[in-house]
């Protein structure tokens, strides 16, 4: 089992209240508007996911969450702390993890290197220190590989573990990030469509894992997925945005019963 | 703890406690986990089966019990058998990768009312035929990832129980001597484990083994092995089958020697070569596929590495199994070997996790002589045995110095062996034979002869000379000739198979006057000496046909029937006419099974004029099949197919005896 560090577990929000609160946000680009005067919320231990049509602004809303963006309009409220700008390394040492649509891993690199550097932002020796691999840095760096290794474990890729990631087939290379994602022991983890891509089997094991990182660590998770039986599974609640909207909030038998959804993304049995 | 060492060691609670006090310091089991090698000395084992024994009395499990064991080959699951085995409770290791269905049939027909488990897989697989198992009623698992939600009445970890069995331990003397007391109950003919067979021919059938039995077996063996408790193996096995249970589980306790457990089990090959075992057990499939492996990155390297490769692998290839048999060798090949080995063989060994194999065997299907010597020649001692589950494993083992890829070796110590005249049906006496199969009287009265020798189902003969044993095939599928003589025709097929350009044979003779096969060239070997030679071919027909090719494999047939000529009881049975069949054999056409095994029945009805053709004279014949396409679209082939004629050779025997 991961060990959740302390400074994520003294924070006083309880399972079921909001995480991450989202108002009002607007984005835009030039004259385009992405995202326009969403509104949601994220609750701590759930599975919430954010669907809807190809250019919804799904992606552009998470990248709005984790500071890869700023929206011109609106606030986020994390943890209880509101504030209109963030920016990704104040996100990511705040306990937000995320993986990338398209994989961004390092494709030279080993898988256990790779994973390593979801370590980085908790290494707290200097660089000096680090290249001198000596003393405070090694029993550092022992600690770290440690948490790896049980990310290891539980993503079962012990077998890949020396393998460039280059050389991996595409299935395991999305494993191998949403390890990199866990090793960073996040509270809110967002995964932009952790399956696509992938065949049967793939996403059978990937909402194994996603379902277990869930129920082990009590993991907040945000996703970004097309496959609605996945969705469907996987999630509490649904958010449905659609040309930069929302749509429809509510659990997966309330959006799915939703006319809007039906006739905008989901479609009609002929 | 230990009471004394001289006392009768007959059962493997009984060894185990011997282990603990003559080599307690000693590493017995070794696991990678999070990427490090842990260890465990025999002493702390013993005390973790203890504890976990105790704590498995607690939860109700009592003398005759039988606990179903299903996963990988963790150092949890074989504590679970041994503290099964301290209270006299009776393992079943079920094959992990069992469907439900299968996995529901075993655990209801062995009476299983616990479990060991490895994970929450096997924990789901278990629940979902749970009401076809009313006996289970206690599960305990190793790895607990996914389970925490699940309801825990009848669910428990397997460190839990043994920390719980440690509390009660630690209470008072009286639950320690309650416990040795168990374990001196235990007498050598207890039952020790009940190993499923596989089940290829209907259901699986329970094979009870006996405690003493199965280490007098594993005594033999290990002596005939000069096992000892500073070898070292990787348990890579399927848990349940008897070749792991036999050779890790019984012969571990037995020499005393270390058992290492793979990280997982795609890893378990580059665990053995950071383990490097002593002695090493894999079926001929796995030795291919390394060669194959070795072979290929070969052709990737540079020039020089290529050529000194090549060079050295000939020089190991002409000298290196003498040099392994302790033959006379000139000094010059001596000296030529020893620096192979420094640049070539001793690096590749140790790439491939065999550079302190003392001992290594392969069972299991016949392995092809160019095979069996590569790893010989490099100076590892690989060596055939035969045996089966019914056996306790070892009927048969090629002792050093004595060994031959075409023959299974001599009986080893302690084992008779009879063949059945007329049948030509291997049958043996063991030490460690079977004494039935569960709750299958019927069964075992067929498979056990009154005198009480076991049927092996298996035909063979000894070897005129030597007294090794030759296997030859399935004794159900034996038949004769018209002249009376013995025909197997797996025995020609196989040596037919061995050869790269040949894919399929398929052996006719029963009832008739001589032998005659069906060939398909392999189209991967073929095609690349059509490449090499600049011979045009537009399909696997036209390919097949070809008069170059068909010389090949003349040559092919010819060098066989050379082969079977020098053995007196297969002279008879040389191939006399033969063709090469016009398309493959096919899984989707109903000629071969989804094992790739060929359906020699159906092959011979559906190209019946191919057949008639063989034994007519004649020397082409025309055939067209209906075959089906892989979208399932039926088509037709039709094709003029050539006969040839092989060349026989007189009957001559290898004892040099004038036939």
Redesign the interface.
């Known amino acids: 089992m991961l060990h959740v560090s302390p400074q994520s577990t003294s924070a006083a929000i309880a399972k079921g209240e909001v995480l991450l609160n989202v108002e009002n946000v607007s984005l835009r680009f030039g004259g385009v508007k992405a995202i326009s005067d969403v509104s949601f919320d994220i609750r701590k231990g759930e599975v919430r996911a954010i669907i809807g049509p190809n250019g919804a602004g799904k992606t552009s809303m998470l990248n709005c969450i984790n500071g890869f963006y700023f929206p011109q309009e609106g606030h986020i409220t994390y943890k209880g702390v509101r504030r209109q700008k963030v920016r990704p390394h104040e996100a990511a040492s705040s306990g937000i993890a995320r993986t990338f649509q398209n994989v961004a891993l390092f494709k030279g690199m080993s898988t256990l290197d790779n994973i390593m550097t979801g370590r980085l932002l908790k290494m707290k020796r200097g660089f000096l220190w680090q290249c001198l691999h000596w003393g405070p840095a090694q029993a550092e760096e022992i600690a770290h590989r440690e948490t790896v290794e049980r990310v290891i474990d539980f993503l079962e890729i012990q077998a890949i573990r020396k393998t460039p990631v280059g050389r991996l087939p595409y299935g395991l290379q999305k494993r191998v990030e949403l390890g990199r994602a866990l090793a960073a022991e996040p509270e809110l983890l967002l995964l932009d469509e952790p399956m696509a891509g992938m065949n049967l089997e793939e996403k059978e094991d990937m909402c194994r894992f996603i379902l277990d990182v869930n129920q082990q660590f009590g993991t907040t998770i945000a996703l970004i997925e097309h496959d609605m039986g996945v969705v469907m599974d996987l999630s509490d609640r649904v958010v449905v945005l659609e040309y930069g909207r929302k749509i429809a909030d509510g659990t997966p038998d309330v959006v799915k019963a939703d006319q809007k959804v039906i006739d905008a993304y989901l479609g009609v049995a002929h | 703890m230990a009471q004394s060492a001289t006392e009768k060691l007959d059962t493997f609670p009984k060894l185990l406690r011997r282990n603990a006090a003559v080599r307690g310091s000693n590493t017995a089991f070794r696991h990678?986990?999070?990427?490090?090698w842990q260890s465990w000395t025999w002493a702390e084992v013993y005390e973790i089966v203890r504890a976990y024994a105790v704590g498995m009395k607690a939860l109700g499990l009592v003398r005759g019990d039988k606990v179903a064991i299903v996963g990988a080959n963790r150092p949890k699951l074989y504590w679970s058998m041994m503290a099964a085995q301290v209270l006299g409770a009776v393992p079943v290791p079920v094959y992990s990768d069992a469907i439900a269905d299968e996995l529901a049939y075993v655990l209801d027909h062995a009476e299983v009312r616990f479990a060991a488990v490895q994970d929450q897989e096997q924990v789901d697989k278990l629940l979902s035929v749970s009401e076809r198992v009313p006996r289970l009623k206690t599960m305990l698992y190793d790895w607990?990832?996914?389970l925490?939600?699940y309801d825990h009445t009848h669910l428990h970890p397997i460190e839990a129980v043994i920390a719980q069995g440690r509390a009660r331990l630690s209470e008072g003397p009286d639950v320690g001597a309650a416990l040795d007391a168990e374990i001196d109950g235990g007498t050598g003919d207890d039952l020790s484990i009940i190993l499923y067979t596989s089940g290829t021919t209907g259901r699986s059938k329970g094979v009870m083994l006996t405690a003493g039995r199965s280490i007098a077996a594993a005594t033999d063996t290990v002596a005939f092995d000069h096992l000892s408790d500073r070898d070292e193996v990787l348990a890579y096995l399927p848990l349940a089958w008897v070749g792991d249970h036999y050779l890790n589980f019984a012969q571990g306790l037995v020499a005393g020697f270390c058992t290492a457990c793979p990280?997982?089990a795609?890893?378990a090959q580059?665990d053995l070569k950071e383990i490097g075992p002593t002695f090493y057990f894999a079926p001929p499939r796995v030795f291919e596929n390394l060669l194959t492996r070795v072979m290929i990155r070969m052709e990737d390297a540079g020039s020089l590495k290529r050529r000194m490769f090549h060079h050295y692998i000939a020089v190991a290839k002409q000298w290196g199994e003498k040099i392994l048999n302790g033959q006379e060798v000139p000094l010059s090949a001596r000296l030529s070997y020893g620096l192979g080995n420094l640049l070539v063989y001793a690096p590749l060994k140790n790439a491939l996790g065999f550079s302190k194999v003392r001992t290594a065997y392969t069972a299991g299907e016949a392995i092809g002589p160019e095979l069996f010597s590569f790893y010989r020649s490099l100076g590892m001692n690989l060596k055939q045995l035969y045996g089966q589950t019914e056996a306790f494993l070892y009927v048969t083992a090629q002792p050093d110095g004595q060994i031959r890829a075409d023959t299974v070796g001599p009986a080893t110590p302690n084992v008779e062996i009879r063949i059945e005249d007329g049948t030509g049906e291997v049958l043996y006496k063991s030490p460690g034979q079977f004494i039935g199969y569960f709750k299958d009287a019927e069964k075992t009265a067929e498979t056990m002869t009154p005198d009480g020798f076991v049927r092996t189902g298996d035909a063979g003969f000894f070897e005129v000379g030597t007294g090794h044993l030759k296997i030859i095939d399935r004794a159900k599928d034996v038949s004769k000739l018209k002249s009376g003589d013995l025909f197997a025709p797996k025995y020609i097929e196989n040596r037919l198979k061995f050869y790269p350009n040949i894919k399929e044979v398929v052996a006719f003779g029963q009832g008739e006057e001589f032998v005659t096969v069906f060939i398909n060239i392999d189209l991967t070997a073929v095609g690349n000496w059509a490449e090499r030679n600049n011979v045009v071919y537009g399909s696997y027909q036209e390919l097949a046909g070809h008069p170059d090719v068909y010389s090949i494999i003349t040559a092919h047939v010819d060098a066989v029937n050379a082969q079977l000529a020098t053995e007196p009881a297969m002279a008879a049975a040389q191939i006399r006419r033969f063709l090469i069949l016009h398309k493959e054999l096919d899984a989707d056409d109903g000629e071969l099974t989804r094992t790739q095994k060929v359906r020699r029945g159906f092959v011979g009805e559906r190209y019946a004029p191919l057949v008639k053709a063989l034994y007519d004279g004649s020397s082409e014949a025309d055939i067209s099949t209906e075959v089906t396409f892989e979208d399932g679209r039926k088509g037709v082939i039709s094709a003029r197919v050539k006969v040839k004629d092989a060349t026989l050779f007189p009957a001559t025997s290898t004892t040099g005896k004038a036939a």
């Open positions: 990678k986990d999070l990427g490090i607990g990832r996914g925490r939600d990280e997982s795609d890893t580059a």
